[in-house]
């Protein structure tokens, strides 16, 4: 796949995208156990939708964020996090120093296997990495098909965001946990359409083509919702594993 450079594209909506993507429901604390004190690792790691999670639930948290105006939201936000000049496949960390890897929506951006290497490099044994996509489900057609519209109908070089990972069975990681946590997510047809704005299908459409779909997805959402609130069927999924001992 050509790199179109849509990936390093996200800091030119920074702003939206801490406004109108999805934080971490809170039943995701079900899927991590106790996190308090300990020392993670989160990578790709925005502008802090899931940092600031990790921080409320007690973990010391550690991050890499390559994008210079998607990191300076999330300094801003929580000013305490540590900063990681790196990215995915090169984390500036010692061997086995951190408890937890996660990453959430943002490992299909990652140059596998040299990311899954580093992250079993820096966990300690038996540590667990996270992978989680946090988006509309897929489970109910009427959201799936209305997910498409994020990108070009003809587009070949969209990243295909993931529901699992399929981690090298003879690999560093063990026993690993697929997972889908399905809940719901009250917006307006505005944030709905600011939601929209922040995926990098749109990120790289013309004014012109970002403003017909603004009016399509607003034709679509008053045809089946009309006006007021709409709870969205949303999925938090993905798959946890540990890091077999060295």
């Not at 997972?179 to 004014?207: A, C, H, K, M």
Request: charged share 30%.
């Amino acid at each position: 796949m050509t790199d179109d450079g849509r990936g390093r594209r996200f800091g030119t909506v920074a702003e939206k995208y801490d406004r109108f993507r999805p934080d971490p429901p809170e039943e995701a604390s079900s899927l991590v156990g106790d996190l308090n004190g300990l020392d993670v690792l989160e990578v790709g790691a925005g502008t802090g939708k899931l940092t600031r999670f990790l921080l409320a639930h007690g973990a010391n948290v550690s991050v890499i964020e390559p994008d210079e105006d998607m990191r300076r939201v999330l300094v801003r936000r929580s000013p305490g996090v540590r900063v990681l000049a790196g990215h995915a496949e090169s984390v500036p960390a010692g061997d086995g120093v951190f408890d937890a890897v996660f990453s959430s929506s943002a490992w299909h951006w990652f140059t596998q296997p040299d990311a899954t290497n580093e992250f079993a490099r820096v966990l300690r044994d038996d540590g667990t990495i996270y992978v989680w996509w946090n988006g509309f489900s897929s489970e109910n057609p009427w959201m799936a098909e209305f997910a498409t519209l994020r990108e070009g109908p003809s587009d070949l070089r969209v990243r295909v965001r993931g529901r699992r990972v399929a981690f090298d069975p003879d690999g560093p990681f063990i026993d690993p946990r697929d997972f889908d946590l399905d809940w719901t997510w009250p917006r307006t047809i505005d944030e709905v359409v600011g939601n929209f704005e922040t995926y990098s299908g749109v990120i790289i459409q013309s004014d012109e083509e970002r403003g017909e779909l603004e009016k399509l997805v607003r034709e679509r959402l008053a045809q089946r919702f009309g006006g007021g609130v709409i709870e969205l069927a949303m999925t938090l999924r993905g798959t946890s594993a540990r890091r077999r001992p060295r």
